[in-house]
Nanobody, 115 residues
Framework: QVQFVESGGGLVQPGGSLRLSCAVS????????MGWYRQAPGKQRELVGT???????DYADSVKGRFTISRDVAKSTVYLEMNSLKSDDTAVYYC?????????WGRGTQVTVSS
């Protein structure tokens, strides 16, 4: 069974940093492009960035230069390092397959950027 379990969210001041983790199971992480997504209140879920099976990364323009995706295949975990956080980054963050998301979304982790 495919599962995604996100963690690491919290309340952070503008300009601060957070590192999110996503533990995956039910499929071979090394073979999949993974994505981080976010959904802000009243908005549709959007793709933040992806990391391919060969560790090539790609990011939405809104986070480029501030966010970094990495993964540890041995730990079956994908990470999202977020720096220089802005209030617009406030959202629930999810991980899933990057090319075509699985129907099995995790619960996500809330990130709130506020002073």
């Amino acid at each position: 069974q495919v599962q995604f379990v996100e963690s690491g969210g919290g309340l952070v001041q503008p300009g601060g940093s957070l590192r999110l983790s996503c533990a995956v199971s039910g499929f071979p992480l090394r073979s999949y492009t993974m994505g981080w997504y976010r959904q802000a209140p009243g908005k549709q879920r959007e793709l933040v960035g992806t990391i391919s099976h060969s560790s090539t990364t790609d990011y939405a323009d809104s986070v480029k230069g501030r966010f970094t995706i990495s993964r540890d295949v041995a730990k079956s975990t994908v990470y999202l390092e977020m720096n220089s956080l802005k209030s617009d980054d406030t959202a629930v963050y999810y991980c899933n397959w990057g090319k075509r998301p699985s129907a099995s979304w995790g619960r996500g982790t809330q990130v709130t950027v506020s002073s």
